[in-house]
């Protein structure tokens, strides 16, 4: 009786709160743009992290000793492998594994050994493909365009700037307008006043590529596209360092 009187329980109390968790900032981009695509009829397309040589450069017509590869400071591992420096090695397991059409959309973890407040060493990708007759660089402005006013407004517009990547010829960067101050604040902290913000590269997959997964360039063309959603979440909440999305503070993750 002394025990059960002593080791009562109120059960009238209220009980113990649990702290709500919430997404990641960078996974809600990533969500929003995955969503997108995959409303599109595109099919999500993953691969491994540690890849070779081959398929992260060699089969994306950047062979060894190429001045292209240059521009990825890579970490290399034993036995010609390495960290993938972008999700492309997944569009070409996929073209090797699959005859045409092609239409995938390829989210996943990249490295690159960079560290200052707009690159850090492990970074977000989402890449896409479409391979099938007839495409051609306004299927792919068209593409891009609608997917920027599903993430930041029916209001934004997009430009296309002549590029360069060794995998895809014409190769372009897209840019949205500012949907913070449309371009009419000089002072703005998001456009710095440019009125545009670079948002990803693409463009048209080359012959070259296509040729080597054993697709007829004659017959089949295809764009690509790659953007980083980490970067599309600093823009979209306004967040001045990439740093804070990989150093597990709270205090900035419970912001979201």
Not at 95 to 106: F, G, R, T
Not at 122 to 133: C, P, S, T, W, Y
Request: aromatic share 10%; with cysteine.
């Amino acid at each position: 009786e002394e025990r059960l009187s002593s080791e009562a329980v109120d059960v009238t109390l209220p009980g113990v709160p649990y702290p709500k968790g919430s997404l990641h900032p960078s996974l809600r981009v990533i969500d929003e743009v995955v969503d997108f695509f995959v409303g599109l009829g595109y099919r999500v397309a993953e691969g491994p992290e540690v890849e070779t040589d081959y398929y992260n450069f060699t089969a994306l017509n950047i062979p060894p000793g190429h001045p292209a590869r240059g521009m990825q400071d890579t970490f290399f591992l034993d036995e010609g492998l390495v960290l993938r420096t972008h999700t492309s090695p997944v569009q070409i397991r996929t073209m090797l594994a699959q005859e045409p059409p092609v239409y995938v959309v390829c989210p996943g973890r990249t490295y690159r050994r960079d560290s200052d407040p707009t690159h850090t060493p492990m970074f977000n990708q989402i890449e896409g493909l479409a391979v099938d007759k007839g495409l051609n660089l306004g299927h792919l402005k068209g593409t891009l365009a609608a997917m920027a006013r599903h993430a930041f407004g029916e209001d934004v517009k997009v430009r296309l700037r002549p590029s360069y990547f060794q995998f895809v010829e014409p190769a372009v960067e897209l840019d949205v307008s500012c949907f913070v101050c449309g371009g009419s604040d000089p002072n703005c902290k998001v456009c710095r006043g440019a009125g545009w913000i670079e948002m990803l590269g693409a463009g048209m997959v080359d012959p070259a590529v296509l040729a080597e997964v054993g697709y007829d360039p004659e017959e089949y063309t295809g764009f690509a596209f790659g953007m980083g959603p980490d970067r599309m979440a600093m823009v979209k909440y306004g967040i001045p360092d990439l740093r804070l999305f990989f150093e597990g503070d709270l205090r900035f993750l419970q912001q979201f």
